[in-house]
């Protein structure tokens, strides 16, 4: 298999080494191109054994699938410099906002896929959902899953539901970052030196997650176990809903879900 990126940013690196680690493709058989030398640069820096090109051409030419993984002001050039082909590689756009028939008009194919990752994808923990144009073959799709699967988890879902994917694993990490920073801050408040209470609120985050995703229980449930009764937990708890976490966590996701449809319209 032969895998090619138009634009060779963070995520476009963070993809190719996620495949390459896992043995999904292997280096010398990975094409990007980029109008910024220095991307390249650096996406060969990490990858050695790949091509890197300033011709979109030739990585359309010489993959089998192709990542579309441009910010969507640069795409109207993308499109125009791509060749027309009677037996064209599978698209595969990476771009927030961007749907289907604006792509597969653009691209003269239906045999097109769209993904929603996220940055965890660079340390093989991501969360990825993709939804399949018209010509996209169950083949294809199962492909397409397993490349994303070697840099996290993926879920195949309808496009309406993308958006919402955005605004919830897409836009997330940012929130989870913030829900961090001010744990830090509460412990720092409290006397805790800020390395020590960094380090304390990531793990506790990840901890918990990897509960939530081991155990397979709900989170409430999990919550209730740690609530002890007239205890320390369940003052925390009564504090943040006080401060309404739950109303501003679903408000969160919920604007950046109508923000990637607002995107998708223009």
Known sequence: MRIGFIGAGQMARALASGFVRQDRVSASNVTSSDCSEAALAT?????????????????????????????????PPVFEALPTSNSPPLFVSIIAGVPLTTLSSALGTDRVIRVMPNTPCLIGQGAS???????????????????????????????????????????????????????????VKMGLPRDVAQQLAAQ??????????????????????????????????????????????????EAATRRSQELGRQ
């Open 43 to 75: 996406f060969q820096e990490l990858l050695p054994d790949t091509r890197v090109t300033t011709n979109n051409r030739e990585v359309v030419a010489s993959s089998d699938i192709v990542f579309l993984a441009v910010k969507p002001q640069h795409l």
């Open 129 to 187: 959902a993709f939804c399949r144009g018209s010509q996209v073959t169950d083949e294809d799709a199962q492909t397409v899953n397993d490349l994303l699967s070697a840099v996290g988890t993926c879920r195949e879902l309808s496009e309406p539901l993308l958006d919402v994917v955005t605004g919830l694993s897409g836009s997330g990490p940012a929130f989870v970052f913030l829900f961090i920073e001010a744990l830090s801050d509460g412990g």
């Open 204 to 253: 506790t985050v990840h901890g918990a997650a990897q509960m939530v995703l081991k155990s397979g229980d709900h989170p409430a449930v999990l919550k209730d176990r740690v609530a002890s009764p007239a205890g320390t937990t369940i003052a925390g708890i009564h504090a943040l809903e006080q401060n309404g976490i739950r109303a501003a966590a679903i408000a969160a996701v």
